[in-house]
């Protein structure tokens, strides 16, 4: 069974920073594209960051320079790094697991961003 664990969401003011982890278990991290995503009520999710099984690293023009993603397959687990936080960082972050034909997505993890 797979399963993607965010965790290291919170409450920080804007300026701040925070560290998410998504743990994975059932899949073989190495073999996946991996993603964060966030989503505020009443709009769509949107991807922020991606790396591949290669380790390039794209991102959302909105946190360009701002929050490196980055995994480590060894230890089964992908980060993101969120720096210079603002209040339009709010939302829930999700993690994603891809290869082809199978998707998986992780139970989310809030951060609020306010002073």
């Known amino acids: 069974q797979v399963q993607l664990v965010e965790s290291g969401g919170g409450l920080v003011q804007p300026g701040g920073s925070l560290r998410l982890s998504c743990a994975a278990s059932?899949?073989?991290?190495?073999?996946?594209?991996m993603a964060w995503g966030r989503q505020v009520p009443g709009k769509q999710r949107e991807l922020v960051a991606t790396?591949?099984?290669?380790?390039?690293?794209n991102y959302a023009d909105s946190v360009k320079g701002r929050f490196p993603i980055s995994r480590d397959s060894a230890k089964r687990t992908m980060y993101l790094q969120m720096n210079s936080l603002k209040p339009e960082d709010t939302a829930v972050y999700y993690c994603?697991?891809?290869?082809?034909?199978?998707?998986?997505w992780g139970q989310g993890t809030h951060v609020t961003v306010s002073s």
């Open positions: 059932g899949i073989t991290l190495s073999g996946y594209d």
């Open positions: 790396i591949n099984r290669l380790g390039r690293a």
């Open positions: 994603y697991a891809e290869r082809v034909n199978s998707g998986y």
